[in-house]
C-alpha cells in the first residue's frame, strides 16, 4: 500500500482558515486521495477525495500538487467542531480491482482549534 | 436516515471470556467492514463483506475472532476467548458497493471493548 505522512499535530484559531499537509511520493497513478475525521468518541466520517484536480464541497477543499506527490486539506474557517483527527489515505482498490475499497489509515492529524 | 447502528456502545469482560459485537449497516448498503482501533491509531480493517461473502479477511484472527453476515444485512462479530490484547475499539462500516462508482464509507460509533 501507498503510505502518506502527515504531521502529528496542528494547532489552530477559531475562524482561521487550517491547512493540513499530507505527504505521498509513493503514489501510483490509478491512487485516490481520500480524507476522513473523527471527532473524540466517534467513528471517522468522509471529509473529501480527489484523483488530480483541485476539488471543493461543503466542509472542505484538496489541493492537490501537480506531480501529485502531496496534498492539502483546507479548512477555510475552522471551527470548534473541527477539532479532530484528520487521516489522508491514498485508495487500496484491492484484489477485486472494482469499486470496493480498503481503507489504510496512519496515525493522521490530531487538530486542536482555539477559541 | 438512521446512520450504522453498533451495539453495544461499552462492554466490560474479563479475559478468556466471550464477546459478540453488532452491526446494522446502512439500508442499502452492500458492503459491510469490521475495523479495529487501538488507542492513538487510525482504525486496521479486519474483514470486509460484500453481501454475504467476506471478500477480504486476511487480518482477521481466526483463531479467536469469527465474524458473520448470514442474510447480507446486519452483521456480528465475535472475539472467543478475548485476551487483554483485545480492548481496543470495533469499528463497522458500511457502503453502497456500486461497480465503477465512488464507495464512501460510513461508520458507526464503534463499540469500545475492555478486557480486565
Known amino acids: 500500500d501507498a503510505k502518506t505522512t502527515q504531521p502529528n499535530s496542528m494547532e489552530s484559531n477559531e475562524e482561521e482558515p487550517v491547512h493540513l499537509p499530507c505527504n505521498h511520493s509513493?503514489?501510483?497513478?490509478?491512487?485516490?486521495i481520500h480524507w476522513y475525521r473523527q471527532l473524540p468518541s466517534q467513528g471517522p466520517e468522509y471529509v473529501i477525495h480527489g484523483l488530480t484536480s483541485n476539488v471543493n464541497n461543503r466542509m472542505a477543499s484538496l489541493a492537490i500538487a501537480e506531480d501529485r506527490k502531496s496534498s492539502t486539506l483546507i479548512l477555510h474557517r475552522a471551527t470548534l467542531r473541527d477539532a479532530a483527527v484528520y487521516y489522508c489515505i491514498l485508495r487500496d482498490r484491492g484484489d477485486s480491482g472494482g469499486s470496493n475499497y480498503k481503507l489504510t489509515f496512519g496515525k493522521g492529524t490530531l487538530l486542536t482549534v482555539n477559541p | 436516515e438512521a446512520g450504522v447502528v453498533q451495539s453495544p456502545r461499552y462492554k466490560i469482560i474479563e479475559k478468556k471470556q466471550p464477546v459478540a459485537f453488532w452491526c446494522n449497516p446502512i439500508?442499502?448498503?452492500?458492503?459491510l467492514y469490521w475495523y479495529l482501533q487501538n488507542l492513538g491509531q487510525g482504525p486496521e480493517l479486519l474483514i470486509r463483506y460484500e453481501n454475504e461473502e467476506a471478500v477480504d479477511d486476511s487480518q482477521l484472527p481466526k483463531d479467536r475472532f469469527s465474524a458473520e453476515r448470514l442474510k447480507g444485512v446486519d452483521s456480528t462479530l465475535k472475539i472467543q476467548p478475548a485476551e487483554l490484547g483485545d480492548s481496543a475499539v470495533y469499528l463497522c462500516?458500511?457502503?453502497?458497493?456500486?461497480?465503477?462508482?465512488?464507495?464512501?464509507?460510513?461508520f458507526g460509533p464503534g463499540t469500545r471493548l475492555t478486557v480486565l
Open positions: 462500516a458500511s457502503s453502497l458497493g456500486l461497480a465503477g462508482g465512488y464507495n464512501e464509507q460510513f
Open positions: 439500508s442499502g448498503h452492500n458492503t
Open positions: 509513493t503514489i501510483s497513478g490509478t491512487d485516490y
